[in-house]
């Protein structure tokens, strides 16, 4: 990995509202930026829950509690990547939402920094299976009993990788991978407009879904995900608590569930846990 010489700074919030193009995720006042949060996906869940239209964009330059999966913390460098919050109420299956949101980063990655990153399951962003990025998908009701879901994604742009909460992981940047600094500004307009595309498209076909003709675009993105897999094929351990699961991860359902092939050829079904890949 290339070493980048990165300095930290505010996200300049003007820059990026001129290079929005979403139609409603993040225009206007849907768009809250706030220098030093403790998450932006607790901040977030709290408007939501007060009745906060979809669309709210939560961001900030530093986490002093962010949240990662299982419980754990997601560390940064202050003004050094992209922490972002999105507050949907979606009408279709909450995993499609880790789905699109790992979609999206992978294409934002591509076009703010013409690298290619690859999808860990469930939710990690890869580059050469270093870390780049991760997601956090929480639901609640608010005070209406309407679901709501929050859309947490953060990516390493600039500065020195933080290690990864799980050892057998290390970490990488944006700026480590294409070796210069990136714009975080033009990083989360990206981000933003992916997400925003294959959300309302499949909010609309949850309202109204079409004919039984063709594929429709829930079965796309699905499909997709699944070809952006690193983890298919591969051995793998499966870290559930204080149990390991080892064999071949072998293929995933329309649920985004892993199917495992453990060393004594059963097919195990592996809804949680986290993917460690062991030297091959």
Excluded at 54 to 68: H, P, R
Excluded at 118 to 142: C, F, H, M
Excluded at 228 to 237: D, E, H, N, V
Aim: glycine content about 8%; some cysteine.
């Amino acid at each position: 990995m290339n070493e980048v010489e990165t300095t930290s700074r505010q996200l300049n919030i003007e820059i990026l509202r001129q290079t929005l193009q979403t139609r409603t995720f993040g225009i206007a006042e849907s768009l809250i930026y706030v220098p030093t949060l403790d998450s932006t996906n607790t901040f977030a869940m709290h408007l939501a829950q007060q009745g906060t239209q979809e669309g709210v964009v939560v961001l900030t330059d530093n986490q002093t509690a962010g949240k990662g999966r299982q419980g754990r913390r997601w560390q940064d460098i202050a003004g050094c990547s992209v922490l972002s919050s999105i507050i949907l109420r979606p009408h279709f299956s909450a995993y499609l939402l880790v789905m699109i949101a790992s979609l999206a980063v992978v294409d934002a990655i591509a076009e703010s920094s013409a690298v290619q990153a690859t999808i860990k399951w469930p939710n990690d962003v890869l580059i050469q299976d270093r870390k780049v990025a991760g997601i956090l998908i929480e639901t609640s009701r608010d005070r209406l009993g309407q679901l709501i879901a929050i859309m947490g994604i953060g990516v390493n742009a600039n500065g020195s990788p933080v290690q990864t909460a799980m050892p057998s992981l290390q970490a990488t940047t944006l700026a480590a991978a294409c070796g210069h600094e990136v714009s975080r500004e033009e990083l989360i307009a990206h981000l933003l407009k992916h997400v925003e595309d294959m959300y309302q498209t499949l909010q609309q076909e949850a309202q109204d879904p079409l004919p039984n003709e063709g594929t429709s675009l829930s079965q796309r993105i699905r499909a997709r995900w699944r070809s952006q897999l690193s983890t298919l094929g591969r051995s793998i351990q499966v870290r559930q608590g204080d149990t390991i699961l080892s064999g071949v991860a072998e293929d995933v359902d329309e649920n985004g569930e892993l199917f495992l092939r453990d060393h004594c050829g059963k097919r195990v079904s592996i809804t949680w846990g986290d993917v460690g890949y062991p030297t091959e």
